[in-house]
């Protein structure tokens, strides 16, 4: 039973009724929560599944992968976007095959079906069509949200970014798609990462599939199967197309003959050529001579070495029409495997690499007309920040937590009258970060000197001041060693004029390669 609210809560003038019982919800509800709080199950301090918080270091690495790539996406032209982040429920259906289950459904909460954007492609599709875009190169980076099995080591997230470049737009055949695969190539130089690139066509496919006598209506989901070879051995996934989709045994095996094979891409253009079945298909003829351009494109723009066709690779998602691809980490025994007979057999799980795919795409000509009237060829790629994250992160081992964030401390030293020169400190500070130096200062007014340097510790340059040097017009100079932990090493650091501190500065930032300038 409630307490009685105490005499000096209660009021003694007239008010509204209204107001008054206003006012005595909440006093009561104060006094129930200070008395029934310490019974009620604590509340769980932590995020939702499949999500992270990002801070600091993590943060700034994160930003570092977003400038890098959207840098690159600017060198080919793009235009940025941005769209909601979430969409109408009819905008998403239909598009994603058998992913569609992952998608995220909202409360109906106005008079509208909603759910959160599962990728970029599709609201970008909607943007095109409702705006009647014709031509553009575009990029976006954002969030997209997917009710899968998260695994936060391996980058695999319920929240995550994308970052998307498209060129959309009627262009002679197979030009855009070679210049997505060069922005792929020039992206992961940039983030030094050797990756390979694994590429397939949807026409191929589905001729291959028909060759070897997949019914129409179980095209995709046999393609859904057969896009797993990337986590799944080959006995596993014919016995999912055989038990779970309803496929003849003979059929199976049938495609097992030819989805196990890859190579460059004049090898396999080879290869499928030499078989008389697959030859005289006319989806595969169609595909084949995409392919063949893309051969020659590829040599010129120098992206051919670093492509793997692969006739596993199948990509779930319904609005694939074209050349489909994934980006994968360069694999330890890539030199066997760039030297192997594509005749041969293997699963992909065998060169996969922990996060899986990195970076993913193709062409969809027929998603934009799905909204529209008018078709607008597309073709794309979306980079998996989280997953490249996660490698970058490994990379840096032992020094992942420590990326300098601070280039310059300002702190102070004096005897027994010093007065700890905040002003002054301010000040400094000011003059650095007008020339664009990071710099901090103690927030304290009379600071001590180990506490300064323990705060520095990881900072390269410190600015030192004093009384007698500030009356001269003259700071110290002082490049600091790591970890310190608040003793200094004997060196006073360089007496320097105050109008000079900033070109100081810069100039050990740039000519040392131990203290690199942001």
């Known amino acids: 039973m409630l307490r009685a609210l105490p005499s000096r809560f209660l009021c003694t003038r007239t008010f509204p009724t209204s107001i008054t019982r206003s006012w005595q919800s909440l006093l009561y509800g104060f006094f129930f929560s200070q008395n029934m709080g310490s019974k009620e199950a604590k509340i769980s301090l932590k995020a939702p599944k499949g999500t992270r918080d990002w801070s600091g270091p993590d943060l700034l690495l994160r930003d570092h992968v977003f400038e890098t790539i959207s840098n690159v996406f600017k060198l080919h032209g793009g235009t940025p976007l941005d769209t909601p982040v ?92 070679a210049e997505i695969l060069c922005v792929v190539i020039e992206t992961f130089k940039a983030l030094n990462q050797e990756v390979v690139i694994k590429l397939n066509h949807r026409k191929i496919l589905d001729g291959l599939f028909a060759v070897a006598g997949v019914p129409t209506d179980k095209l995709r989901p046999i393609s859904s199967a057969v896009d797993k070879l990337d986590k799944e051995p080959w006995d596993v996934v014919k016995k999912e197309m055989v038990e779970q989709k309803g496929l003849p045994e003979e059929v199976a095996d049938k495609i097992g003959q030819y989805v196990l094979n890859r190579g460059t891409i004049d090898e396999m253009i080879n290869f499928i050529r030499s078989d008389a079945g697959l030859a005289a298909n006319d ?20 992206t051919f070495d670093t492509i793997s066709f692969d006739l596993s690779l199948a990509r779930g998602l319904d609005y694939y029409t074209g050349v489909i691809y994934e980006v994968i980490q360069k694999p330890p025994n890539a030199k066997e495997e760039e030297s192997r007979y594509p005749g041969g057999k293997s699963s992909k799980s065998n060169d996969a690499s922990a996060v899986g795919s990195i970076a993913a795409g193709g062409r969809y000509d027929n998603l934009v007309g799905m909204y529209g009237k008018k078709q607008i060829p597309c073709v794309g790629i979306s980079f998996g920040v989280d997953r490249i994250f996660t490698i970058l992160k490994a990379r840096q081992g032992d020094n992942a937590g420590r990326a300098r964030q601070v280039d310059v401390y300002v702190m102070a030293l004096g005897g027994k009258e010093f007065d700890g020169l905040l002003l002054q400190r301010m000040s400094v500070a000011r003059q650095l970060w007008d020339a664009g130096v990071r710099a901090e200062f103690s927030a304290k007014v009379k600071p001590r000197l180990p506490q300064q340097f323990r705060a520095a510790e990881d900072v390269p340059l410190a600015v030192i001041l004093g009384q007698d040097e500030l009356a001269e017009g003259k700071v110290r100079l002082k490049v600091l060693g790591k970890g310190q932990g608040g003793k200094g090493d004997g060196d006073q650091g360089q007496l320097i004029s105050r109008d000079d501190l900033v070109q100081e500065v810069k100039k050990l930032l740039l000519t040392s390669a131990t203290l690199p300038i942001r």
């Open 283 to 302: 989806e595969i003829k169609a595909g084949l001579a995409d392919m063949d351009l893309l051969s020659a494109y590829s040599k010129a723009l120098g």
């Open 86 to 177: 979430f969409e109408l429920k009819e905008i998403l259906a239909g598009k994603y095959g058998e992913d569609a289950r992952l998608i995220y459904n909202l409360e109906d909460q106005g008079g509208e079906l909603c759910a959160l954007r599962y990728d970029l492609t599709v609201p970008f599709a909607r943007w095109l069509a409702m705006n009647n875009i014709q031509q553009i190169k575009r990029y976006q980076i954002a969030k997209v949200y997917r009710r899968d099995q998260p695994a936060i080591a391996r980058g695999r997230m319920r929240e995550f970014y994308q970052c998307d470049f498209d060129i959309a737009g009627t262009y002679d055949p197979m030009i855009p798609d």
